[in-house]
């Protein structure tokens, strides 16, 4: 019988359901805020960027949602665009593109040798995330993602935690599914399809769960 870590569990969010205005939606968004500050997700982005990124670059932030992370990483990333299924928020850049598309849909990756994203990939199913490798290996130099830690651990902890932190109805919901659909060890690299032979990567996971991929192409 497989472990319950063994195996990924997709199971829909309740954010993803509500108009973008529900009072549930909105608290459920400063919940994430500090989830992320938490984290510390944001100076991981930005201290990664300033290591790897080559001059000129142009980064493709995935599922950006409210531009703040991308807003946050401009000092270090001055290049940097994003993709949502949601129109530009008010606080983006007339300067940068926001491309309002399906990321599954998408033809313009040849744009961006470097692609990050923050808690999105866990979203997808392992067939949507080889046909994601597919479009960006051609053209990627470097990926960066955080990502959920699947381990029960961490759910449990979760499920005790978030209440506490006053964390709403649908946070404490999204939040222990989102650790069910996360990833393990090369789990991320190989769901992509990157060729060890072509790729190296480095996969690290926090104390506090999140699940960190840095993948360069060699030369």
Same mark, same amino acid.
């Given at each position: ?46 201290? &990664? ?16 949602? &409210? ?81 959920p830690t699947r381990k029960r651990f961490n759910q449990h902890f979760w499920r005790i ?44 996971? &926090? ?13």
């Amino acid at each position: 019988m497989a472990h319950h870590d063994d195996i990924r569990l997709l199971v829909p969010e309740l954010l993803d359901s509500l108009p973008p205005d529900h009072p549930d939606a909105l608290q459920s968004r400063c919940d994430l805020r500090v989830i992320n500050r938490l984290m510390g997700n944001a100076r991981w982005f930005r201290s &990664t960027l300033a290591k790897h990124l080559q001059p000129d670059e142009r980064v493709l932030e995935l599922g950006a949602g &409210t531009g703040e992370l991308a807003c946050f990483l401009r000092p270090v990333a001055p290049l940097i665009d994003s993709i949502d299924r949601v129109p530009a928020p008010p606080i983006w850049p007339s300067q940068a593109r926001w491309h309002q598309a399906d990321i599954e849909h998408f033809s313009g990756w040849g744009d961006y040798p470097v692609v990050i994203g923050n808690l999105i990939l866990h979203h997808f199913s392992d067939d949507a995330l080889r046909k994601l490798g597919s479009a960006l290996k051609p053209h990627a130099r470097l990926l960066i993602f955080s990502e959920p830690t699947r381990k029960r651990f961490n759910q449990h902890f979760w499920r005790i935690a978030a209440p506490l932190a006053g964390a709403n109805r649908v946070t404490r919901h999204d939040g222990y599914v989102s650790i069910a659909a996360g990833f393990r060890g090369d789990e991320l690299p190989h769901a992509l399809g990157l060729d060890p032979a072509l790729w190296q990567w480095r996969v690290t996971s &926090t104390l506090l769960g999140a699940y960190r991929l840095i993948a360069q192409r060699r030369c």
